[in-house]
């Protein structure tokens, strides 16, 4: 392969990597923007009325085992209880309910912390639901006859807009495409990426910033379709349909570990339960 082709080929995987991230961006922005635009905005007039919004939110996965609250992607109030053994679970449950799984509550004998997740791929939290979280709180302490303390609001939205917009950079699914080999399904056990029936071949994708050692996990998604091409005389294409040659494959890798490197920066790694929640 000549220098310019080498070159073009490099080009190309950098122009695949760039409309992936576009696309999660505006993904990312049309969510916020709806969620924005349904979602409560105000605090309520009537406060003593039950809530009965309309929600655009997607249903949300389980909290991952593990997870605890992080600086800047949740707002963590600290409990101090006066006494062990206090009805704390059942003076959390309204709290619970109303914000389901964007909430935590770790208990440590008489210190708790009690956590609402200000960001995830939908964006930032109005303003209107932290005054409500922490409202919730103050009231559930008083009920336990527990101290409260509370960091300010504006300072932590703040710093949670600061890294969403790290995290629309780093939010990116790569997709390779297996065509030519048939409809026949195709699965791959205990992988990271998924596989998804097209009606010429499969698609892999990869979920980077939920996935741990995204560029180990990408090598591995990349030689399972160069070796389906290859045993079905198929071939690996982009988005475009334009052939992803090794060269190009290296490339996106090395653009895979650089996102890392970006996340760890700034305390996430990629797979683990504070990525899976900020990611979800």
Partial sequence: MSDLQVGLAVIGALAVAAVLIYNRWQERRVRGQAQRTFGSGHTDVLLGEERREPTLEPRRPAVPPGALPAERVDYVMALTLSSPGAAIQEAWAPVEQRFARRVLLVIDHLNVRAALQLLSR??????????????????????LGAAVRAPEM?????????????????DIQVALHVVGIGSQPVKFSDEAFEAVARDDGVTLTLDVARTAEPSRSYEAMARAGRELAR???????????????????????QQLEAVRQRLIGCGIEPGSPLALRLFS
């Avoid at 807009?161 to 629309?168: A, F, T, Y």
Wanted: charged residues 35%; negative net charge; aromatic residues 2%.
């Fill in 122 to 143: 939908n964006g930032v939290v109005s303003d209107a639901e932290v005054v409500e979280f922490r409202s919730m709180v103050e009231t559930m302490a008083a009920q």
């Fill in 154 to 170: 504006r300072e932590a939205l703040d710093a949670a807009r600061e890294l969403d917009r790290i995290c629309v950079d780093a």
């Fill in 231 to 253: 045993a079905r005389g198929g071939r690996v294409v982009d988005d475009t349909g334009r052939e992803v040659d090794e060269r190009a494959l290296a490339a996106i890798g």
